[in-house]
C-alpha cells in the first residue's frame, strides 16, 4: 500500500483532472510544478492515480480520494495476486463503459468469443507492459547493456523492459540507441516494410514514433516526409530524430485537408491517425471514461476523410497503410470497408505481420490480451497500376 505522502499527492493530482485534462496530461503538469520529486516517487504516484481509474466503478463514491485511492490499491493487489478472484462477468459491467460491447467484435479462436473476452478485460486490469524499440539488428545488444530486458517473437528488436532504472537518464538513451515505443505500434512500422532508397509520407505523424521507425527501417536511406497539423508535435519529432541521428526525412504542416502539402507521389503512405485510443485504455484507464460513443462516430468520419484526401498521392503500385490504436468496429473494419468500396483502384495489400493462414492477412487486429500492449488495427492497400 502507498504512504500517506503518495495517497496525498494522487488525490491532489485527482483534483486537478478536468473533463477536458486526461490524468496523464494532469500527471504531467503536477510533476513539473513539483521538479524535487524523484522518479521512482513519481512512479508509485503515477500508478496509484491509474490504478484508481481502473478500478473507479467499486470505489465508495461518498469516502474522502484519499480513501478511494487507498481501495483502488486493495483491489489491484488482490487481483494482481489471483486475477481469476475478480468474475469476468463483473469486469465486463464495471471495468469498461456499457457502449463497448456494441463496438468490439473478439476473434472467434479455437478457445472461443467468452474467453478472448475474458481474457481482454483482465489484461485492461493489469498494469502495462514498458516496451522498447532498439536500433535495427541492436535488439540483442541492448538488452545485453540494459538487464532487464526481454525480446518477443512478434517483432525483432522489440524488448519488454521490466527493470527500474529511468531509463531517460541511460546513456544508451541519450545517445539514441532505442526508443520507448509501444509493441502494436512498433508493429505498425513493420507492416509498413519500407525498403531503403523509397519515398513514404507519415501523413499523421505527430510526435514522430513511427516516422523514427521509418526512416531507421529505411536505414537512412530515402525519405520519410513528416506532416502534421500540430506543429509542436512536429518539434518534438525533430528533437527525437536528432538523437537518433537520422537525418532521411522532411516535415510539413499539413491539417488533413484535401489541399496537400505536396505533389509528390509516394512509394509507401502511412497514415497513423487521430482514434478513440480504445486500444490504450489498459495504459491509459482514465480514457475508459470519457470516450464517448460520439467521439467513436466523429473519428471514423475522420478517418475515413483523411484516408481519401491521401489515396491519391499513391504512385503506381504504392502501399498504403491504415493505423489506429482503437478497437471499435466503426472505426477499424467499417472504415476499411467503406473505403475499399470507393477505391477500385486499390487491391488489398497482406500485411508481413499477418498471422500465418489469416482469412485476411491485409487486415490485422492486435489485441492487448495476445501481444501484452496496446490495441491496433492495421489494413493495407496497393494501387494496382
Ligand atoms: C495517433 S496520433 C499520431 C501518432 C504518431 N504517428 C506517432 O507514432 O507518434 C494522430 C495525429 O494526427 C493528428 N491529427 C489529428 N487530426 C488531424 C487531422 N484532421 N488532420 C491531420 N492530422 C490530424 C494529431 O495531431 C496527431 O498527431
Not at 127 to 147: H, I, N, V, Y
Not at 203 to 210: Q, W
Request: charged share 25%; glycine share 6%.
Amino acid at each position: 500500500m502507498p504512504d500517506q505522502a503518495t495517497l496525498n499527492h494522487a488525490a491532489q493530482v485527482l483534483a486537478g483532472i478536468s473533463a477536458d485534462q486526461r490524468a496523464d496530461t494532469a500527471l504531467r503538469f503536477y510533476f513539473e510544478g513539483r521538479r524535487y520529486l524523484q522518479p521512482p516517487v513519481k512512479r508509485v504516484i503515477s500508478h496509484t492515480v491509474f490504478v484508481y481509474f481502473r478500478w473507479l466503478s467499486w470505489l465508495d463514491s461518498k469516502a474522502s480520494p484519499q480513501k478511494r485511492l487507498e481501495q483502488a490499491v486493495a483491489l489491484h493487489e488482490r487481483f494482481m495476486a489471483d486475477p481469476k478472484s475478480v468474475k469476468a462477468e463483473t469486469l465486463a459491467v464495471r471495468a469498461v463503459p456499457a457502449w463497448l460491447w456494441t463496438e468490439l467484435d473478439f476473434p472467434a479462436d479455437a478457445a472461443g468469443e467468452t474467453t478472448a473476452k475474458a481474457d481482454y478485460l483482465r489484461q485492461l486490469q493489469r498494469d502495462p507492459a514498458l516496451w522498447l524499440r532498439a536500433r535495427p539488428g541492436k535488439g540483442a545488444a541492448l538488452a545485453k547493456s540494459l538487464f532487464a530486458c526481454e525480446s518477443t517473437e512478434r517483432a525483432v528488436d522489440a524488448l519488454r523492459f521490466t527493470g527500474t532504472q529511468d531509463l531517460f537518464k541511460t546513456e544508451q538513451f541519450k545517445t539514441g540507441e532505442f526508443e520507448i515505443q509501444d509493441l502494436a505500434s512498433q508493429l505498425v512500422g513493420h507492416a509498413a516494410a519500407p525498403v531503403p532508397g523509397e519515398t513514404w509520407w507519415d501523413a499523421c505523424a505527430g510526435e514522430g514514433g513511427k516516422t523514427l521507425h521509418l526512416a531507421d527501417l529505411m536505414q537512412n536511406k530515402g525519405v520519410v516526409w513528416a506532416t502534421d497539423r500540430n506543429e509542436k508535435r512536429i518539434d518534438t519529432l525533430k528533437r527525437r530524430a536528432a538523437r537518433a541521428k537520422l537525418f532521411n526525412f522532411r516535415t510539413e504542416f499539413w491539417d488533413g485537408g484535401s489541399r496537400l502539402p505536396t505533389k509528390v507521389k509516394f512509394d509507401g503512405i502511412l497514415l497513423d491517425a487521430p482514434c478513440s485510443g480504445v486500444g490504450t485504455w489498459q495504459r491509459n484507464p482514465h480514457a475508459r471514461w470519457t470516450t464517448t460513443p460520439d467521439d467513436v462516430r466523429e473519428l471514423a468520419a475522420t478517418q475515413l476523410a483523411l484516408l481519401n484526401n491521401v489515396a491519391g498521392s499513391l504512385k503506381p503500385k504504392g502501399r498504403l497503410i491504415y493505423a489506429v490504436c482503437t478497437l471499435t468496429r466503426s472505426e477499424t473494419t467499417a472504415v476499411a470497408d467503406a473505403f475499399a468500396a470507393a477505391h477500385p483502384e486499390l487491391e488489398p495489400l497482406p500485411l508481413a505481420i499477418a498471422k500465418p493462414g489469416s482469412p485476411d492477412p491485409s487486415r490485422v487486429t492486435l489485441w492487448p490480451q495476445e501481444i501484452n500492449a496496446n490495441g491496433m488495427f492495421i489494413a493495407g492497400w496497393r494501387k494496382k497500376t
